[in-house]
Protein backbone atom coordinates (compact mmCIF):
# COMPACT_ATOMS: atom_id res chain seq x y z
CA UNK A 1 0.00 0.00 0.00
CA UNK A 2 1.21 3.64 -1.24
CA UNK A 3 1.94 5.07 2.13
CA UNK A 4 0.02 8.66 3.06
CA UNK A 5 2.40 11.21 4.57
CA UNK A 6 -0.65 13.57 5.33
CA UNK A 7 -0.18 11.60 8.89
CA UNK A 8 3.81 11.77 8.99
CA UNK A 9 3.17 13.49 12.72
CA UNK A 10 0.99 11.97 14.12
CA UNK A 11 1.01 7.37 12.53
CA UNK A 12 2.62 4.94 14.38
CA UNK A 13 6.46 4.20 13.19
CA UNK A 14 6.93 2.32 9.73
CA UNK A 15 8.82 -0.39 10.23
CA UNK A 16 11.47 0.85 8.31
CA UNK A 17 11.99 3.71 10.63
CA UNK A 18 12.30 1.28 13.48
CA UNK A 19 16.28 1.21 13.61
CA UNK A 20 16.79 4.65 13.90
CA UNK A 21 14.28 4.98 16.50
CA UNK A 22 15.85 2.22 18.66
CA UNK A 23 19.16 3.37 18.31
CA UNK A 24 17.74 6.92 19.77
CA UNK A 25 16.11 5.37 22.49
CA UNK A 26 19.09 3.58 23.50
CA UNK A 27 21.12 6.58 23.70
CA UNK A 28 18.02 8.48 26.07
CA UNK A 29 19.57 8.62 29.46
CA UNK A 30 15.73 8.51 30.82
CA UNK A 31 14.76 6.13 28.82
CA UNK A 32 17.66 3.77 30.33
CA UNK A 33 16.39 5.20 33.84
CA UNK A 34 12.78 3.92 33.26
CA UNK A 35 13.97 0.30 32.01
CA UNK A 36 15.79 -0.37 35.01
CA UNK A 37 12.82 0.98 37.12
CA UNK A 38 10.54 -1.69 35.35
CA UNK A 39 13.22 -4.26 35.09
CA UNK A 40 16.06 -3.58 37.09
CA UNK A 41 17.73 -6.89 36.59
CA UNK A 42 18.21 -5.74 33.22
CA UNK A 43 21.93 -6.70 31.35
CA UNK A 44 21.73 -3.45 29.19
CA UNK A 45 24.39 -4.30 26.21
CA UNK A 46 21.73 -7.51 26.50
CA UNK A 47 18.82 -5.61 26.51
CA UNK A 48 20.60 -3.19 24.08
CA UNK A 49 21.22 -6.26 21.52
CA UNK A 50 17.31 -7.47 21.78
CA UNK A 51 15.98 -4.22 20.82
CA UNK A 52 17.82 -3.70 17.76
CA UNK A 53 17.04 -7.12 16.37
CA UNK A 54 13.82 -5.98 16.50
CA UNK A 55 12.62 -4.62 12.33
CA UNK A 56 8.86 -4.69 12.93
CA UNK A 57 6.41 -3.19 15.52
CA UNK A 58 4.63 -6.71 15.66
CA UNK A 59 7.90 -8.00 17.01
CA UNK A 60 8.77 -5.25 19.39
CA UNK A 61 4.89 -5.77 20.98
CA UNK A 62 5.20 -10.03 20.75
CA UNK A 63 8.42 -9.66 22.91
CA UNK A 64 9.56 -6.61 24.69
CA UNK A 65 5.79 -5.29 25.36
CA UNK A 66 3.58 -8.09 26.24
CA UNK A 67 6.44 -9.98 28.28
CA UNK A 68 6.36 -6.44 30.18
CA UNK A 69 3.18 -6.12 30.88
CA UNK A 70 2.56 -9.71 31.55
CA UNK A 71 5.28 -9.33 34.25
CA UNK A 72 3.48 -6.03 35.20
CA UNK A 73 0.02 -7.90 35.45
CA UNK A 74 1.63 -11.08 37.61
CA UNK A 75 3.10 -8.88 40.24
CA UNK A 76 -0.11 -6.54 40.47
CA UNK A 77 -3.16 -8.30 39.64
CA UNK A 78 -5.10 -11.37 40.64
CA UNK A 79 -6.38 -12.40 37.30
CA UNK A 80 -6.86 -10.77 33.98
CA UNK A 81 -9.50 -11.87 31.31
CA UNK A 82 -10.76 -11.38 27.90
CA UNK A 83 -14.69 -12.09 27.36
CA UNK A 84 -16.88 -11.42 24.05
CA UNK A 85 -14.33 -12.33 21.37
CA UNK A 86 -17.15 -14.89 19.56
CA UNK A 87 -18.29 -10.44 18.68
CA UNK A 88 -15.40 -9.78 16.45
CA UNK A 89 -16.40 -10.92 12.45
CA UNK A 90 -12.62 -12.68 11.24
CA UNK A 91 -10.85 -10.37 9.01
CA UNK A 92 -12.42 -7.06 9.76
CA UNK A 93 -10.99 -4.22 11.68
CA UNK A 94 -12.99 -2.31 14.46
CA UNK A 95 -12.85 1.15 16.28
CA UNK A 96 -12.57 -0.40 19.90
CA UNK A 97 -14.28 2.65 22.17
CA UNK A 98 -13.72 1.54 25.44
CA UNK A 99 -14.09 3.39 29.51
CA UNK A 100 -10.86 4.88 30.69
CA UNK A 101 -9.49 3.41 34.12
CA UNK A 102 -5.45 3.37 33.43
CA UNK A 103 -3.50 5.73 31.77
CA UNK A 104 -1.04 2.96 29.99
CA UNK A 105 -2.43 -0.30 30.87
CA UNK A 106 -6.04 -0.10 29.28
CA UNK A 107 -4.90 -0.70 25.73
CA UNK A 108 -1.69 -2.36 26.83
CA UNK A 109 -3.74 -5.25 28.42
CA UNK A 110 -6.20 -5.23 25.62
CA UNK A 111 -3.20 -5.92 22.91
CA UNK A 112 -1.78 -8.82 25.02
CA UNK A 113 -5.13 -10.25 25.43
CA UNK A 114 -6.20 -9.99 21.77
CA UNK A 115 -2.36 -11.57 20.96
CA UNK A 116 -2.85 -14.53 23.38
CA UNK A 117 -6.52 -15.02 21.64
CA UNK A 118 -3.98 -15.23 18.26
CA UNK A 119 -5.44 -11.86 17.11
CA UNK A 120 -4.11 -8.38 15.87
CA UNK A 121 -2.72 -5.67 18.09
CA UNK A 122 -4.45 -2.34 17.60
CA UNK A 123 -3.27 0.83 16.78
CA UNK A 124 -3.70 3.08 20.15
CA UNK A 125 -4.76 6.72 20.68
CA UNK A 126 -2.81 8.88 23.10
CA UNK A 127 -3.12 12.45 24.52
CA UNK A 128 0.34 14.47 23.19
CA UNK A 129 -0.18 15.72 26.90
CA UNK A 130 1.43 12.01 27.82
CA UNK A 131 4.32 12.64 26.35
CA UNK A 132 6.04 15.07 28.45
CA UNK A 133 9.81 13.32 27.89
CA UNK A 134 10.91 12.91 23.64
CA UNK A 135 11.52 9.49 24.17
CA UNK A 136 7.94 8.54 25.20
CA UNK A 137 6.64 9.81 22.03
CA UNK A 138 9.48 7.61 20.49
CA UNK A 139 8.29 4.72 22.06
CA UNK A 140 4.57 4.79 21.60
CA UNK A 141 4.37 5.23 18.40
CA UNK A 142 7.06 2.23 18.33
CA UNK A 143 4.01 0.88 19.67
CA UNK A 144 1.80 1.45 16.84
CA UNK A 145 0.25 4.25 19.08
CA UNK A 146 -0.92 7.40 17.00
CA UNK A 147 -0.90 11.18 18.05
CA UNK A 148 -4.45 13.11 19.87
CA UNK A 149 -3.01 16.76 19.54
CA UNK A 150 -4.41 18.34 22.40
CA UNK A 151 -4.79 22.03 24.24
CA UNK A 152 -4.64 23.57 20.14
CA UNK A 153 -6.61 27.02 19.78
CA UNK A 154 -10.32 27.02 18.52
CA UNK A 155 -8.98 28.19 15.41
CA UNK A 156 -6.87 24.96 14.94
CA UNK A 157 -9.00 22.38 17.03
CA UNK A 158 -11.30 21.55 13.53
CA UNK A 159 -8.19 21.08 11.27
CA UNK A 160 -6.41 18.74 13.91
CA UNK A 161 -9.66 16.76 14.51
CA UNK A 162 -10.74 16.25 10.75
CA UNK A 163 -7.04 14.94 10.46
CA UNK A 164 -7.26 12.59 12.84
CA UNK A 165 -10.38 11.79 11.85
CA UNK A 166 -9.32 11.03 8.19
CA UNK A 167 -6.28 9.14 9.82
CA UNK A 168 -8.68 6.87 11.64
CA UNK A 169 -10.79 5.93 9.03
CA UNK A 170 -7.78 5.55 6.58
CA UNK A 171 -6.53 2.88 9.40
CA UNK A 172 -9.66 0.94 9.19
CA UNK A 173 -10.78 1.04 5.63
CA UNK A 174 -7.35 1.46 3.82
CA UNK A 175 -5.13 -0.54 6.47
CA UNK A 176 -7.42 -2.90 7.86
CA UNK A 177 -6.13 -2.27 10.90
CA UNK A 178 -8.09 -2.29 14.33
CA UNK A 179 -8.01 0.97 16.85
CA UNK A 180 -8.19 1.28 20.64
CA UNK A 181 -9.77 4.97 21.48
CA UNK A 182 -11.26 6.19 25.27
CA UNK A 183 -14.50 7.03 25.13
CA UNK A 184 -13.64 10.31 26.81
CA UNK A 185 -10.66 12.57 27.06
CA UNK A 186 -8.97 11.80 30.16
CA UNK A 187 -10.28 9.39 32.56
CA UNK A 188 -14.07 9.60 34.54
CA UNK A 189 -12.86 10.74 37.91
CA UNK A 190 -16.05 9.14 39.44
CA UNK A 191 -16.16 5.75 37.38
CA UNK A 192 -19.46 7.12 35.90
CA UNK A 193 -18.65 6.55 32.41
CA UNK A 194 -19.82 8.67 29.28
CA UNK A 195 -19.13 8.93 25.83
CA UNK A 196 -18.11 12.25 25.02
CA UNK A 197 -20.12 13.63 22.41
CA UNK A 198 -17.14 15.25 20.87
CA UNK A 199 -15.47 12.03 20.16
CA UNK A 200 -18.40 11.19 18.03
CA UNK A 201 -18.00 14.38 16.09
CA UNK A 202 -14.70 13.91 15.35
CA UNK A 203 -14.84 10.43 14.29
CA UNK A 204 -17.45 11.14 11.30
CA UNK A 205 -15.46 14.54 10.58
CA UNK A 206 -13.84 12.28 7.54
CA UNK A 207 -17.12 12.15 5.96
CA UNK A 208 -19.93 15.00 4.82
CA UNK A 209 -22.78 12.46 6.79
CA UNK A 210 -22.30 11.84 10.64
CA UNK A 211 -24.23 8.75 9.97
CA UNK A 212 -22.02 7.48 7.13
CA UNK A 213 -19.01 8.90 9.16
CA UNK A 214 -19.58 6.45 12.46
CA UNK A 215 -20.49 3.84 10.96
CA UNK A 216 -17.42 3.70 8.48
CA UNK A 217 -15.01 3.15 11.43
CA UNK A 218 -17.16 0.30 13.12
CA UNK A 219 -17.62 1.22 16.46
CA UNK A 220 -17.28 -1.93 18.90
CA UNK A 221 -17.79 -1.04 22.73
CA UNK A 222 -15.30 -2.46 25.47
CA UNK A 223 -16.11 -2.37 29.23
CA UNK A 224 -13.10 -2.48 31.03
CA UNK A 225 -13.73 -3.92 35.26
CA UNK A 226 -10.74 -3.11 37.84
CA UNK A 227 -11.64 -4.80 41.33
CA UNK A 228 -9.34 -2.09 42.92
CA UNK A 229 -8.01 1.17 41.04
CA UNK A 230 -4.52 2.09 42.51
CA UNK A 231 -5.23 6.10 41.56
CA UNK A 232 -8.70 6.24 43.41
CA UNK A 233 -6.85 8.17 46.42
CA UNK A 234 -5.03 10.18 43.67
CA UNK A 235 -8.48 11.23 41.92
CA UNK A 236 -10.65 11.61 45.65
CA UNK A 237 -7.56 13.82 46.29
CA UNK A 238 -7.72 15.90 43.01
CA UNK A 239 -11.53 15.93 43.77
CA UNK A 240 -11.07 17.70 47.19
CA UNK A 241 -8.45 20.24 45.36
CA UNK A 242 -10.48 21.25 42.68
CA UNK A 243 -13.31 22.35 45.57
CA UNK A 244 -10.58 23.96 47.87
CA UNK A 245 -8.56 25.57 45.05
CA UNK A 246 -11.08 26.45 42.01
CA UNK A 247 -7.98 27.35 40.17
CA UNK A 248 -6.57 23.90 40.61
CA UNK A 249 -5.34 21.94 37.42
CA UNK A 250 -3.15 18.74 37.58
CA UNK A 251 0.44 19.59 36.36
CA UNK A 252 3.04 16.90 34.66
CA UNK A 253 4.84 15.40 37.25
CA UNK A 254 0.54 14.52 38.42
CA UNK A 255 -0.22 12.86 35.77
CA UNK A 256 3.85 10.84 35.67
CA UNK A 257 2.44 10.01 39.80
CA UNK A 258 -1.24 8.85 38.25
CA UNK A 259 0.80 6.73 35.36
CA UNK A 260 3.34 5.09 37.89
CA UNK A 261 0.77 4.37 40.39
CA UNK A 262 -1.87 3.07 37.58
CA UNK A 263 1.56 0.57 36.62
CA UNK A 264 2.66 -0.55 39.69
CA UNK A 265 -0.61 -0.25 42.15
CA UNK A 266 -2.69 -3.17 43.16
CA UNK A 267 -5.67 -3.94 40.67
CA UNK A 268 -6.87 -7.72 41.95
CA UNK A 269 -9.24 -8.66 39.05
CA UNK A 270 -9.32 -7.37 35.88
CA UNK A 271 -12.21 -8.22 32.92
CA UNK A 272 -12.22 -7.04 29.83
CA UNK A 273 -15.70 -7.59 28.05
CA UNK A 274 -15.74 -7.02 23.91
CA UNK A 275 -19.34 -6.05 23.40
CA UNK A 276 -21.47 -5.77 20.36
CA UNK A 277 -20.37 -3.62 17.43
CA UNK A 278 -23.07 -0.64 17.60
CA UNK A 279 -23.97 -0.19 13.39
CA UNK A 280 -27.57 -2.47 13.84
CA UNK A 281 -28.04 -0.44 16.67
CA UNK A 282 -27.11 2.93 14.60
CA UNK A 283 -29.52 1.34 11.51
CA UNK A 284 -32.69 1.70 14.20
CA UNK A 285 -32.24 5.10 14.94
CA UNK A 286 -35.10 7.13 13.48
CA UNK A 287 -34.23 8.95 10.02
CA UNK A 288 -35.98 12.44 10.98
CA UNK A 289 -33.27 12.95 13.97
CA UNK A 290 -31.30 15.76 13.34
CA UNK A 291 -27.44 16.10 13.76
CA UNK A 292 -27.38 16.40 18.07
CA UNK A 293 -29.62 14.52 18.61
CA UNK A 294 -27.57 11.74 16.21
CA UNK A 295 -24.72 12.17 18.31
CA UNK A 296 -26.27 12.00 21.81
CA UNK A 297 -28.08 8.40 20.49
CA UNK A 298 -25.00 7.15 19.37
CA UNK A 299 -23.06 7.88 22.46
CA UNK A 300 -26.03 6.27 24.44
CA UNK A 301 -25.62 3.32 22.23
CA UNK A 302 -22.08 2.83 23.26
CA UNK A 303 -22.57 3.75 27.09
CA UNK A 304 -25.59 0.95 27.46
CA UNK A 305 -23.07 -1.55 25.85
CA UNK A 306 -20.33 -0.16 28.20
CA UNK A 307 -22.84 0.22 31.33
CA UNK A 308 -24.14 -3.77 30.40
CA UNK A 309 -20.76 -5.65 30.25
CA UNK A 310 -18.95 -4.59 33.45
CA UNK A 311 -18.00 -6.87 35.74
CA UNK A 312 -18.75 -6.90 39.75
CA UNK A 313 -16.82 -7.75 42.60
CA UNK A 314 -17.78 -7.50 46.33
CA UNK A 315 -16.45 -4.02 46.95
CA UNK A 316 -18.95 -2.65 44.05
CA UNK A 317 -21.74 -3.83 45.91
CA UNK A 318 -20.48 -2.86 49.46
CA UNK A 319 -19.78 0.54 48.25
CA UNK A 320 -23.61 0.68 45.96
CA UNK A 321 -24.87 -0.24 49.49
CA UNK A 322 -23.21 2.08 51.29
CA UNK A 323 -24.08 5.02 48.79
CA UNK A 324 -27.44 3.96 49.26
CA UNK A 325 -27.68 3.13 52.93
CA UNK A 326 -29.23 -0.14 52.63
CA UNK A 327 -28.35 -3.99 52.26
CA UNK A 328 -29.74 -4.28 48.63
CA UNK A 329 -26.77 -6.71 47.74
CA UNK A 330 -25.79 -7.78 50.84
CA UNK A 331 -26.00 -11.48 49.37
CA UNK A 332 -22.47 -10.58 47.15
CA UNK A 333 -20.54 -10.41 49.70
CA UNK A 334 -19.45 -11.74 53.13
CA UNK A 335 -18.44 -10.34 56.52
CA UNK A 336 -14.91 -11.21 55.55
CA UNK A 337 -15.32 -9.02 52.29
CA UNK A 338 -16.75 -6.32 54.01
CA UNK A 339 -13.80 -6.29 56.49
CA UNK A 340 -11.61 -6.56 53.37
CA UNK A 341 -12.85 -3.30 52.03
CA UNK A 342 -12.63 -1.24 54.97
CA UNK A 343 -8.90 -2.40 55.83
CA UNK A 344 -8.31 -0.97 51.85
CA UNK A 345 -10.45 1.82 52.30
CA UNK A 346 -8.60 2.53 55.40
CA UNK A 347 -4.93 2.55 53.50
CA UNK A 348 -6.29 4.58 50.61
CA UNK A 349 -7.35 7.44 52.81
CA UNK A 350 -4.25 7.08 54.53
CA UNK A 351 -2.31 7.36 51.74
CA UNK A 352 -3.84 10.97 50.97
CA UNK A 353 -1.66 14.09 51.41
CA UNK A 354 -3.44 17.30 52.00
CA UNK A 355 -3.22 20.14 54.38
CA UNK A 356 -7.10 20.18 55.02
CA UNK A 357 -7.92 16.76 54.63
CA UNK A 358 -11.78 16.17 54.57
CA UNK A 359 -11.89 12.62 55.69
CA UNK A 360 -15.80 12.35 55.22
CA UNK A 361 -16.00 13.65 51.96
CA UNK A 362 -12.83 11.69 50.27
CA UNK A 363 -14.36 8.49 51.54
CA UNK A 364 -17.60 9.60 49.98
CA UNK A 365 -15.61 10.33 46.44
CA UNK A 366 -13.52 6.69 46.54
CA UNK A 367 -16.95 5.02 47.33
CA UNK A 368 -18.57 6.54 44.39
CA UNK A 369 -15.61 5.31 42.44
CA UNK A 370 -16.65 2.03 43.22
CA UNK A 371 -21.00 2.12 43.60
CA UNK A 372 -21.48 3.92 39.79
CA UNK A 373 -20.19 1.49 37.58
CA UNK A 374 -23.51 -1.09 39.35
CA UNK A 375 -25.41 1.74 39.45
CA UNK A 376 -25.22 2.46 35.55
CA UNK A 377 -25.61 -0.93 34.93
CA UNK A 378 -28.28 -1.29 37.01
CA UNK A 379 -30.33 1.46 34.96
CA UNK A 380 -29.77 0.13 31.81
CA UNK A 381 -31.05 -3.33 33.25
CA UNK A 382 -34.35 -1.31 34.48
CA UNK A 383 -33.19 -2.56 38.06
CA UNK A 384 -32.19 0.41 39.39
Not at 79 to 96: A, C, P
Request: hydrophobic share 35%.
Amino acid sequence: MEKNHEFDDIRPLYDEEIPAVIDELLEDPEFKRVVYFILPYTDWEAFKATMRSFKTKGAFQRDIVSRTVKDLMAKTTTSVTLGGLENLEKGKSYTFVSNHRDIVLDSGILCILLLDAGLDTVEIAIGNNLLINPWIEKFVRLNKSFIVRRGVSVRQMLEVSTKLSRYIHHTIKDKNQSVWIAQREGRSKDSSDSTQESLLKMLSLAENNFITGIKDVNILPLSISYEYDPCDYLKSREFQLKRDVPEYKKSPLDDLINMETGLFGHKGRVHFQIGHPINPEIDKLDAHLDKPEQIKAVATIIDSEIHLNYSFYPGNYIAYDRMTQNTRFESKYTSEDVDRFDKYLKTKLNAIKLEEKDTPFLTEKILEMYANPLKNHLLVVGEH
